[in-house]
């Protein structure tokens, strides 16, 4: 499984990215993180607010710090 | 309503540090204790039902919106979405490539982009706690005004050569707007709080800590004479100095209430709150990423001018 993080590396990027990680561990699946700060490709990917994160490819939640319990059930 | 924080600041000033009410150090520190709490409460609470409505206007909405105007209707409605569509200044470039790339004029997209900083709802609320609903309400004409005539005059320029080439090559992708329950928006926008408060709260003190200086030490005289209404260039001086400087805009709300009172001119002070709020050097820098510097340029020097017009026009009808 494939987590995307996007946003331009502003401070709710990284608390969404530690989120991220802390929801892998808790449910502890294999999963990769992979963070996007291009603006070119977040553009691209259809996101108009930061950040944002998407599970393999799919945007899931944008324009908000997703909860860990959140992102857990995006990994469920 | 505020008598809960002026007893609070009672205390600590007077009882707790046993400072004289009558003197300058404890009019300071009375007023910092006092505006500090009442301004983070009001903060808290006003974010929290700002931001319920705002989550009914996210970004991807806007757009679709707008893309259904042409002309003075689209610059009227994208600076009114400005007002309601929340976005830190770090999202304004995927903003500005999903505007323009499905086509929204590039003036119209201005607009919105012009009035998004300058009429911040938080201070807006702010402004009508603080100074009353008719300087708020002036304070969001005025905005909204200034976003308005700056898009339509980029607009007129024909600057679409101005932007990065490959901001026209991209193809936005489209992506699902989440449908949200009652239950997530008031999840939202209690993260909201938390988010901003934690934010800005910083801003607020430091702008009280001048603020309260200001209060108690400022020579009003000098004050009223240099920045008072009688000086036409205060104005002009006002904006260029709060250009390039970064602030929050709940942050210098406190500087321009302790300033009115000694005297300074209401349109002189606003327009130093709205030039430090809509140009910034960190927000040119970003911007930078999308357009080039002759249109970085322009943009600066319509909004600056707009702005102080606005000063102009405050000074003159109150």
Redesign the interface.
């Known amino acids: 499984m494939e987590i995307t993080i996007y946003?331009?590396g502003?401070?709710?990027c990284v608390n969404l990215a530690d989120n991220a990680k802390k929801a892998v561990e808790e449910i502890g699946v294999e999963a990769e993180i992979v963070k996007i700060e291009d603006?070119?490709e977040?553009?691209?990917?259809?996101?108009?607010?930061?950040p944002a994160i998407g599970i393999d490819g799919e945007?899931k939640?944008?324009?908000?710090?997703a909860?860990v319990d959140e992102i857990k059930e995006l990994l469920a | 309503m505020f008598t809960v924080f002026e007893k609070f600041a009672d205390l600590v000033a007077y009882s707790l540090f046993g400072l004289q009410a009558e003197t300058r150090l404890g009019e300071s520190v009375h007023f910092f204790f006092y505006d500090t709490t009442k301004i983070i409460f009001l903060l808290s609470v006003m974010i929290f039902f700002i931001s319920i409505i705002r989550s009914y206007f996210p970004p991807e909405k806007t757009k679709k919106l707008l893309s259904n105007y042409r002309k003075i209707t689209g610059h009227i409605m994208a600076s009114l979405l400005g007002v309601v569509t929340p976005f830190c200044s770090c999202s304004s470039v995927p903003i500005f490539i999903g505007f323009v790339e499905s086509g929204i004029p590039l003036g119209i997209t201005f607009s919105f982009l012009i009035t998004s900083p300058i009429v911040n709802e938080v201070a807006l609320v702010m402004l009508y706690t603080i100074f009353g609903w008719k300087i708020g309400t002036l304070y969001l004409a005025s905005g909204i005004l200034v976003g308005i005539v700056g898009g339509i005059v980029i607009e007129a320029l024909g600057m679409e050569k101005q932007v990065e080439e490959y901001v026209y090559q991209i193809s936005a992708g489209e992506s699902e707007v989440e449908e949200l329950e009652w239950n997530d928006r008031i999840n939202f926008a209690k993260a909201e709080v938390k988010e901003i408060v934690s934010r800005v709260w910083k801003y607020v003190i430091i702008g009280i800590g001048i603020g309260a200086a200001i209060h108690g030490y400022a020579p009003a005289e000098l004050l009223a004479e240099y920045a008072g209404p009688n000086n036409p260039l205060s104005v002009i001086a006002a904006v260029i100095v709060g250009i390039p400087l970064y602030a929050n805009a709940v942050g210098t709300i406190p500087i321009v209430e302790a300033l009115m009172g000694k005297g300074v001119a209401l349109g002189t002070a606003l327009s130093f709150m709205m030039a430090t709020t809509a140009l910034s050097l960190p927000a040119v820098v970003i911007l930078r990423k999308v357009i080039k510097p002759k249109l970085i340029t322009v943009f600066v020097t319509v909004v600056g001018v707009s702005i102080i017009g606005v000063g102009y026009m405050f000074n003159f009808i109150m």
């Open positions: 946003g331009p502003c401070k709710n603006m070119k977040i553009a691209m990917a259809g996101i108009m607010s930061t945007v939640i944008k324009g908000r710090v909860s």
